[in-house]
């Protein structure tokens, strides 16, 4: 497969057809087989769930930034005025 150009929203459907190496019905099967064994399935990994610990752990270090952001500005303002 060709690389995409960077503007490929500006090419007609023909064109983009071509640089898919493709057609408007789609692959064939022994096509999609082909491609299949070339690049692999098309399929996100799904990451580990985190648990409500780790949820509680992330949420409390938002918390504690914000905490963080709002005193900057407070000494800000105060040293300021």
Known sequence: MNQLPS????????????QLQTAKEGLTGDEARKRLARYGS?????RPQE?????????????????????VIAIFAINVY
Do not use: C, P
């Open 7 to 18: 503007a490929f929203w500006s090419l007609s459907a023909a064109e983009m057809l071509q």
């Open 42 to 46: 098309n399929r996100l990994k799904l």
């Open 51 to 71: 648990t409500e610990f780790e949820h509680g752990i992330r949420r409390f270090g938002y918390f504690l930034m914000e905490v963080t952001l709002v005193l």
